[in-house]
């Protein structure tokens, strides 16, 4: 049993951080990938960042130069360090791990606004 569980979202200003994290329990088997998705109201769910079997990471387009995912083995977990954020930015961040199954966790608010 997997079980992923997000944290640090919350309220900041236009050109603001934020760091969010993801610490996993439980056995992961045949690790795929591991990343952040995001949701936004009336648009679909998107991939924000993403960590390949080969550690290699991808971004979307429109946090290229502002995000960075990083994760701490021995912890277990996933970060989302968000800087200069933007109010476009807004949405439920979910983390996500691809391995013999998927896991959600249950999605953290990030709310960009003055």
């Known amino acids: 049993q997997v079980q992923l569980v997000e944290s640090g979202g919350g309220l900041v200003q236009p050109g603001g951080s934020l760091r969010l994290s993801c610490a996993a329990s439980?056995?992961?088997?045949?690790?795929?990938?591991m990343g952040w998705y995001r949701q936004a109201p009336g648009k679909q769910r998107e991939l924000v960042a993403r960590?390949?079997?080969?550690?290699?990471?991808s971004y979307a387009d429109s946090v290229k130069g502002r995000f960075t995912i990083s994760r701490d083995n021995a912890k277990k977990t996933v970060y989302l360090q968000m800087n200069s954020l933007k109010p476009q930015d807004t949405a439920v961040y979910y983390c996500?791990?691809?391995?013999?199954?998927?896991?959600w966790g249950q999605g953290t608010q990030v709310t960009v606004s003055s």
């Open positions: 996500n791990v691809v391995s013999s199954s998927i896991y």
């Open positions: 439980g056995s992961i088997f045949n690790l795929y990938a």
């Open positions: 960590f390949s079997s080969d550690g290699s990471t």
